[in-house]
């Protein structure tokens, strides 16, 4: 049984190949964006709202509370990017309840890359919010003998997020296949439902862990503010 994306290869030509965890990722992407599209093509800000614009405007300003209370600043410019990491991961996980469908982030190199995403991000967000040189210095105090641990520590943390998210996803996949071999009936069917309950967390998780990583770069200049 194939239980990681990237062993599902659909098509090959020398080194060039599409994999499941590649599809999978676009057809993520392609969901995503037309229920973004079928939701927001008529929004209204009348008292005769569809339940899908209640539904959006719900996950939205829940998404700005927990990064206003996580970072004590104004949720606007974080939103556009922890919110699409949450919403991906979510949607990912989520899509497992669909026949033949593997979830990208069984794959380390999508949960890699997320990470890198969130990698590079941190010092932007630091850079925009406390200007270059005070941002960098962060990485030389209180001594300039600090600076490898910093950089260390920095690669660490993303390591960290990576595989986190990926063996949380992978173990799960695992558990499911073997007691589908064992028992093909009852105990799977409760496993993905844990399955998705998990996903869903771990989608939270990451989400949060970005933005607390944020937090931390920015949060000097908001002291100041």
Known sequence: MTINPDEMVFWQWGILSINAT??????????????????????????????????????????????KEISHQQPGKYLPFVGTLFLFIAMANLLNVVPGYMAPTGSLSTTTALAICVFVAVPLYGVMSEGPVSYL????????????????????????????????????TVIVAILLSLTPYFFPVIMQLLGLLTGMIQAYIFAILAMVYIASATSTQAGHQ
Do not use: C, K
Not at 52 to 59: A, F
Not at 138 to 163: C, D, K, Q, W
């Open 22 to 67: 590649i599809v999978f990722t676009w057809l993520v992407m392609a969901v995503l964006t037309l229920i973004s599209w079928l939701v927001t093509r008529r929004l209204t800000s009348g008292p005769d709202m569809s339940r899908w614009q209640n539904l959006l405007e719900v996950l939205v300003t829940g998404m700005r509370d927990q990064i």
């Open 137 to 172: 210095s962060h990485y030389i105090r209180p001594t300039v003998l600090m600076l490898p641990f910093n950089i260390i520590g920095e690669i660490s943390r993303t390591i960290a997020l990576a595989v986190r998210l990926y063996g949380n996803i992978m173990s799960g």
